[in-house]
């Protein structure tokens, strides 16, 4: 059964502790990317990756870091540097050839910091 | 990412009315993408449009995109409250794997 997991599906953290979240697909996509969703906000790029062992900056990396040494995973973790860490984190995958980039999001992880 | 408007951020509706959600950009778009969210879930995707004045259908969906690659429309026609939810547009830049630059989406409210 293909998809993309994410784990755990509600996290709760103190303030100035690091978290990071699980993101596996079995899809065989080779780009993958994390998204944070605010409260009736659209979503907002933090990180992104073509390849393994390569990643780019999204429009809020700040206070985030990501590695990717395999295909099927792309843990992403939110550091003490974050501000405002309180969200809902989406995880997506798509191949990259091609014209179009269908993304496939997994179920999301909602992240609050107390 | 350059920004996407999207308009309105609610529409109430009564169950089989029409219901219409709009994209705009203050520059071209590269190709424009429509995500459904349903209610504590997460986006689905459900078209990509390319072309300059290109129409899709999905059965009781219709989408659009602008002569000018400026804006798009996703149409429903007749309601269910299989409809309720969040949708979004969002553009895909092309050329590799750039994430989505996402609009803030129209919720949809069905009263029965």
């Known amino acids: ?16 502790q690091n978290v990071t979240l699980s993101c596996e697909q079995n899809l065989n996509h ?8 605010d409260p009736g906000q659209g979503l907002r790029l933090i990180y ?3 390849i ?7 429009d809020i990396a700040e206070g985030y870091s990501v590695s990717r040494e395999k295909k099927e995973s792309f843990p992403l973790t939110v550091t003490s540097a974050q501000k405002n860490p309180t969200a809902f984190y989406l ?9 179009y980039n269908e993304q496939f999001f997994g179920p999301g992880t909602r992240l609050t910091v107390l | 990412g350059q920004q996407v408007m999207q308009i309105p951020q609610y529409q109430h509706v009564q169950e089989g009315e029409d219901f219409t959600t709009y994209c705009n950009s203050s520059t071209t778009l590269s190709n424009i993408q429509w995500y459904k969210q349903r209610p ?3 986006p689905v995707f459900l078209i990509q449009l390319v072309k300059s004045g290109e129409v899709k259908k999905q059965k009781r969906l219709t989408f659009q995109f602008g002569e000018a ?17 969040t949708y979004f547009c969002a553009e895909y830049s092309g050329g590799g794997a750039d994430g989505l630059t996402f609009g803030k989406g129209t919720h949809l409210i069905i009263q029965p």
């Open chain 1, 52 to 58: 393994v062992n390569d990643f780019q900056k999204g």
């Open chain 2, 40 to 42: 504590g879930g997460h």
């Open chain 1, 91 to 99: 995880c997506a995958s798509s191949i990259t050839s091609g014209e």
């Open chain 2, 69 to 85: 690659k400026k804006n798009s429309s996703l149409h429903i026609t007749a309601t269910q409250t299989t409809d309720v939810g």
């Open chain 1, 1 to 16: 059964d293909g998809g993309i997991t994410q784990s755990p599906k509600y996290l709760f953290r103190k303030e100035g």
């Open chain 1, 48 to 50: 992104y990756s073509q």
């Open chain 1, 30 to 37: 080779d780009a993958m990317y994390w998204y944070r969703q």
